[in-house]
């Protein structure tokens, strides 16, 4: 999907400097988030101005160049169904008072908690990281998904009891008479800080059904 540019409270034009516009998105949807959540630049106290569309934009930093990471966190509305996120990114050149608001923007996707709503038609895989010693969920866990041995990335996040969810991407269409929902031979790889990456073994799942890999336990831990 297409990222429409940001829409401010203001003209396009200002006698400030807009150094970095941060544009929150849901990661399921592609969409901009509608709802307010709090934008902040790490380590940068410096508040942003909201736009009507949500985006959020930094004024007048006064920043060398270098390495910055926007973070996002949603508001108490929608802290049940998103995750935290943040983008690290490299600060451009200092945008020039009185130009457009086009400089330094910066995506930061917000993953699904377990309780997002997702619509009919879905791929999904749930369960559960724990401990083996005490069966204590393990939070904070961030999930790449291998799909017909192709590594797709970050898809998923535990949360504080180490419940998660998984989502596929759709697959293509297919317009023809001999077209059926297809089965997705996929594999988890969780990675946990300061212990090596956990795979699962290859699991098989139907085309818009729900996979339920109950616990899996992590061991020495």
């Given at each position: 999907m297409a990222l429409t540019s940001p829409v401010f409270l203001v003209a396009d034009t200002l006698e400030r400097s807009v150094w970095v516009v941060v544009d929150p998105r849901d990661f399921i949807?592609?969409?901009?988030?509608?709802?307010?959540?709090?934008?902040?630049?790490?380590?940068?106290?410096?508040?942003?101005?909201?736009?009507?569309?949500?985006?959020y934009c930094f004024m007048d930093l006064d920043l060398p160049s270098g390495n910055y990471t926007a973070q996002v966190?949603?508001?108490t509305a929608d802290r049940g169904y998103y995750f935290d996120g943040e983008t690290t990114f490299a600060l451009a050149t200092i945008p020039v008072p009185g130009q457009p608001l086009d400089r330094n923007r910066v995506v930061v996707e917000l993953l699904p908690r377990p309780a997002y709503v997702f619509a009919d038609g879905a791929t999904l895989a749930r369960g559960r990281l724990v401990q083996t010693s005490d069966k204590k969920g393990i939070d904070r866990v961030r999930i790449v998904l291998i799909l017909d041995g192709t590594e797709l990335g970050l898809r998923g996040q535990t949360d504080e009891r180490g419940e998660f969810l998984v989502v596929f991407p759709r697959t293509p269409p297919e317009d023809t008479s001999a077209a059926v929902l297809k089965d997705l031979k996929f594999q988890l790889r969780f990675e946990i800080d300061g212990q090596p990456p956990l795979l699962i073994a290859e699991e098989t799942v139907g085309e818009g059904k729900t996979f339920a890999l109950g616990e899996i336990e992590v061991p020495g831990i």
């Open positions: 949807t592609g969409e901009r988030l509608v709802t307010p959540v709090i934008a902040r630049l790490k380590d940068v106290t410096v508040e942003p101005i909201a736009g009507r569309s949500g985006v966190e949603p508001r």
